[in-house]
């Protein structure tokens, strides 16, 4: 349930430009609880029956690999087999980057393409492995950089995409999580300097950070502000992506200098006008920075990802009904033996469905080598053991 709207920019539309791996990638959407259902499960006001879903779908290759064994349409999108999910309605305005280059492809070969993006930076997309380029260089290192690229996160008209009242309006007559987004507090500007010039900018460029995060809030808020005055907004949605297996790029101390005035500035606006979900998309150990997130607004993390050492389990007992999750299966456990599948499920999910707050998936895409037979028993034995466990709520 990936929250993507009009501020997904240069990174992604660059993908979709010069690969159709997310057209490949699509799973088919479903909607078996509404709005309210899953508002009041993932802030602790209900536990009536457990959500399961799958986050992203399959990773580039893994539908060609179902395919040679057998799989039929229904299951290459997944519409074969059951879960109980939301449906995610984003409004469609722009919170982050307007504007910029026209994308172009500068160099094609068989294992690469090589563009520009609208950012201007030339980004590198390997073909067969990715769904979305990654930067070769980037716009910004000095507070000159970024003042000459800082009127594409200016507040304007052109933020507002034609009929998006409308959509929201759809979404919440349809029964949709209603949805905006906001860029990263670290993502974005790491987008701009680049991940090792950012963390080296918290301390040689702090105004520069500062004035980054304090251009992108103004802009959000007051986006924010409008979609909000006039209907519920029910989630604010965040991507960083800012952790690997050792633990977050950023610390607690540059959170609440630097991101916790950013996040605040947007989540104390929406909830103070009804918004009940504050989440953030990141992959890596976060649990360093959970508490400095916690104290920023954030109520939603996922995937929680194991690999990286997270544990839902020994997470919930820690912070409680203070902090609900999506995902924390692991996925990489579907290309072992069935045994460790049944495993990982016993683990996880009776105390999920126990205390509620979780919407259960794999922690990420599907990976190549995930046996179609594998994959079926999963979702089998996941709705064995819900089953079970539901009726002892």
């Known amino acids: 349930m990936r929250a993507r709207d009009a501020c997904d920019f240069g990174r992604l539309s660059m993908a979709r430009h010069?690969?159709?791996?997310?057209t490949a990638l699509a799973i088919a959407p479903g909607m078996?609880?509404?709005?309210?259902?899953?508002?009041?499960?993932?802030?602790?006001?209900?536990?009536?029956?457990?959500?399961?879903?799958?986050?992203?779908?399959?990773?580039?290759?893994?539908?060609?690999?179902?395919?040679?064994?057998?799989?039929?349409?229904?299951?290459?999108?997944?519409?074969?087999?059951k879960f109980r999910r939301p449906q995610n309605g984003g409004v469609p305005v722009n919170t982050g980057w307007l504007g910029g280059c026209e994308e172009e492809i500068l160099e094609e070969t068989d294992e690469y393409i090589i563009g520009r993006d609208r950012m201007g930076r030339r980004v590198k997309l390997c073909k067969g492995k990715a769904t979305a380029p990654l930067p070769l260089d980037y716009p910004v290192s000095n507070m000159d950089d970024w003042q000459r690229i800082k009127p594409h996160y200016a507040f304007s008209e052109a933020r507002f995409l034609d009929g998006w009242e409308e959509a929201a309006r759809e979404h919440l007559a349809g029964g949709r999580v209603v949805t905006v987004s906001i860029p990263g507090g670290f993502d974005e500007p790491r987008q701009l300097l680049g991940e090792e010039a950012l963390c080296v900018a918290y301390y040689d460029q702090p105004e520069l950070v500062h004035d980054i995060l304090a251009t992108i809030g103004d802009t959000a808020f007051r986006v924010l502000e409008r979609v909000s005055a006039g209907m519920t907004i029910d989630q604010l949605s965040v991507h960083e992506d800012m952790a690997g297996k050792s633990g977050s790029l950023a610390g607690p101390r540059q959170i609440e200098e630097f991101i916790a005035p950013y996040?605040?500035?947007?989540?104390?606006?929406?909830?103070?006008?009804?918004?009940?979900?504050?989440?953030?998309?990141?992959?890596?150990?976060?649990?360093?920075?959970?508490?400095?997130?916690?104290?920023?607004?954030?109520?939603?993390?996922?995937?929680?990802?194991?690999?990286?050492?997270?544990?839902?389990?020994?997470?919930?007992?820690?912070?409680?009904?203070?902090?609900?999750?999506?995902?924390?299966?692991?996925?990489?456990?579907?290309?072992?033996?069935?045994?460790?599948?049944?495993a990982e499920l016993e683990y996880k999910i009776p105390p999920m469905v126990r205390t509620g707050g979780c919407l259960l998936g794999l922690d990420h895409r599907i990976p190549n080598c995930t046996p179609l037979e594998h994959y079926r028993f999963y979702i089998e034995k996941v709705w064995e053991i819900l089953d079970r466990e539901t009726t002892q709520l």
């Open 18 to 22: 010069i690969t159709d791996d997310h």
């Open 263 to 342: 996040y605040r500035k947007c989540w104390d606006l929406l909830r103070s006008r009804g918004a009940r979900l504050f989440s953030q998309d990141s992959d890596g150990n976060m649990e360093g920075v959970i508490a400095a997130f916690l104290a920023a607004g954030i109520n939603v993390m996922y995937p929680m990802e194991p690999a990286a050492g997270m544990d839902m389990v020994r997470t919930r007992e820690q912070y409680g009904a203070r902090l609900a999750f999506m995902g924390g299966i692991d996925k990489h456990v579907l290309r072992a033996s069935k045994e460790e599948i049944v």
């Open 32 to 81: 078996e609880a509404r709005r309210e259902e899953f508002l009041d499960y993932m802030t602790f006001q209900a536990n009536d029956r457990p959500l399961f879903t799958e986050i992203w779908g399959p990773i580039v290759g893994l539908k060609d690999e179902w395919a040679a064994q057998g799989a039929t349409p229904a299951e290459l999108d997944l519409s074969a087999f």
